[in-house]
């Protein structure tokens, strides 16, 4: 069987078939989730996640204290040119204490090559602890 196929790729061409996307799965990378619980009044902030040609970002926390979550996207892979607000709209979400919270990125118009994720206890009384966290980015 030859490695390149003699046949004409637009025989299998479906006009409407979605088919699947690749993504990546980063819940469980040390770098990219937090890590114990979350001291009052402060945040956790990933090390610098490289997006790896991924343009959409999704994060999912449950926290035990209201806060929020946060992505901030760079230009550049060192993570040295950010995105302001002012070209690119905030990727903000509340959080609720104990209440799951998700947060979509759309990547799509505004091209990055790296970014960060940031979850903030906004509780000056007591540390935060999350579950239920998960980091997906998606290609299409």
Known sequence: MPLVSPERSSQYWEPVAG????????????????????????????????????????????????????IQTYIDAAGTIKQTPATVPTATAVLTAATPQVL??????????????????????TAATVTGYSLLLTAA
């Open 19 to 70: 088919g699947p996307v690749a993504q990546a799965d980063y819940s469980t990378a040390v770098y990219a989730s937090p890590q114990g619980t979350i001291p009052l009044s402060s945040n956790f902030t990933s090390a610098l996640i490289p997006a790896d040609g991924f343009k959409f970002i999704t994060v999912a926390a449950t926290s035990t204290q209201a806060g929020a979550i946060n």
């Open 104 to 125: 979509n990125y759309n990547g799509s118009l505004f091209p990055f090559q790296s970014f960060t994720v940031q979850i903030t206890n906004t509780s000056g009384t």
